[in-house]
Each structure stands twice: as C-alpha cells, then as structure tokens.
C-alpha cells in the first residue's frame, strides 16, 4: 500500500493564481480530510468528506474548494491564491465507526508546502 | 477555536527521563488521539482512547483519559534522542470533526 499520497510536494505560487492540490489513498477509508499547519501551529481543518459525493466545512474552509468523486481521491482547490494561504498542507484519511461516523487512526500524507508571493 | 490544548508547549528533558504531556479539552468526546511530527514531517498516529477507556499502552507509551476532568496525558518512559518531536492531542467530539491542540514541543537532550 503506498498509503496517502499528495503532489506536489512544494508549490510557489503568485497571488490571484488558482491550482489544485492532489491527495490519494489506497486503503478504502471513508473518511478523508484537508488540514493547513502554520508555523509553531497546530492544524486547522479545511474541508472534510465522508465518502463518496460528500463534503463538508471545517474551521477555515474560505478560500478552498473541494470535491470527492471517487473514494480514493479528495483534491483540494486553491481558487485564488493569497499570501495568506502561505502553509503546510496535509491529506488524511481514515476508516470511520459507529453511528456517528466517528473517525478511527488518521493516516496523514507527507505534506505539500505552499508559499504564494 | 481549538479544543486539545496541550501543556506545556515546549519541554526539555535529558535522556532516560520521563516525559509527560497534557491535552484539556471542553466538550464531551467520542475519542481522543495522539499523534507525533517530526520536523517537517507528517504526523504519525501513536495511540487512540475512547471516551468509555482509562488508560492504554503502547511500547513506552501510556495515555490516561479522565473524562470527568476532561483531560488526558501522554506519558513517554525511558526517553530517547529519537523521541525528538512535537506530539499533538486531536479530539474527536462527533461532529465528524478531528480537532487538533497546537502541540508540545519535545526536546531530549542526549
């Protein structure tokens, strides 16, 4: 299993450009998720997703988009980059539990680092 | 706003000593998880604990959860340079939300 993969590793942008940052998993879990780490930080959630044709909104989603078509994908949309958005970007996914759809060990991609000028 | 805050924020210890860290939180939780980050790294899962769950073990670690005090800590026996890292709590409140702390910077002085 390569896990939870994400590209680009590194990433310069200028303000006002728009890109995508790519996540994948191989593992079948339902639960996927998008968190921003800022120096000395902790991670913010993005965006997150359930399964399949659902997403929804973590503490900071202004600025992104997200989608999730197939189980394994879960692509996070830069719509028009800002330098506030100067970050660490990780994918993590998980299999969830209960009726509450709680999540189980969350297995984290390697990051993508993002600086916008 | 955040809802695992971890104390201290920055702890320096020599090898072979004991590590320990805290993690409050504010409402009640389904589970609560520790994770470790090396420097620019991903984080790395340790140990999950539910709400209905005291006390777990994994190698030379141990996490307690006092629900009632609504805080749990991260114990590291016997320290190594390797243990070197920031450790996260994350707290699952099920809203299908993982809330992570800011962290505790761990330095093991050789």
């Known amino acids: 299993n390569a896990g939870v993969t994400q590209t680009p590793k590194f990433q310069v942008l200028k303000t006002g450009q728009s890109m995508t940052l790519q996540c994948a998993q191989d593992?079948?879990?339902?639960?996927m998720s998008w968190y921003r780490q800022d120096p000395g930080m902790g991670l913010r959630l993005i965006h997150y997703s359930v399964g399949a044709g659902i997403t929804d909104q973590g503490e900071v989603p202004n600025g992104y988009n997200v989608s999730r078509s197939t189980t394994e994908d879960f692509p996070l949309r830069l719509l028009s980059a800002a330098p506030s958005q100067t970050s660490v970007y990780f994918c993590?996914?998980?299999?969830?539990?209960?009726?509450?759809?709680?999540?189980?060990?969350?297995?984290f991609g390697p990051g993508t680092r993002l600086l916008v000028l | 706003s955040q809802q695992g805050e971890e104390d201290p924020q920055a702890l320096s210890i020599q090898e072979g000593e004991n590590a320990t860290m805290n993690c409050s939180y504010k409402?009640?939780?389904?589970?609560l998880q520790w994770y470790r980050q090396n420097s620019g790294r991903g984080l790395v899962h340790l140990i999950l604990i539910r709400s209905n769950e005291r006390e777990k073990h994994s190698g030379r670690l141990r996490v307690t959860l006092d629900t009632s005090k609504k805080s749990s800590s991260l114990l590291i026996t016997a320290s190594r340079a390797a243990d070197t890292a920031s450790y996260f709590c994350?707290?699952?409140?099920?809203?299908?939300?993982?809330?992570f702390g800011q962290g505790t910077r761990l330095t093991i002085n050789p």
């Open positions: 993590a996914s998980s299999f969830t539990y209960g009726t509450s759809g709680d999540q189980e060990t969350q297995y």
């Open positions: 994350a707290v699952n409140q099920g809203a299908q939300k993982l809330v």
């Open positions: 593992m079948n879990h339902e639960y």
């Open positions: 409402t009640s939780i389904n589970n």
